[in-house]
């Protein structure tokens, strides 16, 4: 895995385990041709009242498809999720707390959905820094990937 995913996911404080367990989903997703090269990963947390983080998905971007495997803590089973998004997101939405684009705080929350054809959507949350990180998959993958007549 590249060295700014794992510097990602260790600012995001996530165990040595959780970033094994990360690391086996990546080669997963890296073993299907059709995903391509994997060029972004996006960690999607919350933090609870009491300021604990909670992990939930692992999300991977890659020119033309995003890879998610949810509840990847959980290593009594794996769940992966692939869908084709270049150029077929129609509508996209956002929700802040405390946020001001790209200056996160402690209490920082950002909230990104994007919808795809079929019923499909992709609902990315953030909380503290990785809010700033969730802006970043906005800009990259989320708006260039609006479905054009």
């Not at 990360?22 to 990963?41: C, K, N, R, V």
């Not at 084709?84 to 996209?92: C, E, G, L």
């Not at 809010?131 to 906005?138: A, E, G, P, S, T």
């Amino acid at each position: 895995m590249k060295k700014e995913f794992i510097d990602y996911l260790e600012s995001l404080n996530l165990s040595t385990d959780e970033i094994k367990r990360i690391e086996e989903i990546y080669a997963f997703y890296q073993s299907i041709e059709l995903f391509g090269e994997i060029q972004d990963i996006f960690v999607k947390e919350y933090t609870t009242e009491r300021g604990e983080r909670i992990y939930e998905n692992v999300v991977f971007f890659s020119e033309n498809y995003v890879g998610e495997s949810k509840d990847f803590t959980n290593t009594d089973k794996d769940n992966y999720d692939m869908d084709f998004i270049k150029n077929k997101i129609f509508h996209w939405s956002i929700n802040k707390k405390n946020y001001i684009f790209g200056k996160s705080n402690i209490g920082s929350q950002l909230i990104v959905t994007s919808y795809l054809p079929n019923k499909l959507f992709l609902n990315l949350r953030a909380s503290r820094s990785n809010c700033d990180h969730l802006y970043k998959i906005f800009n990259t993958y989320i708006v260039p990937n609006m479905e054009k007549e």
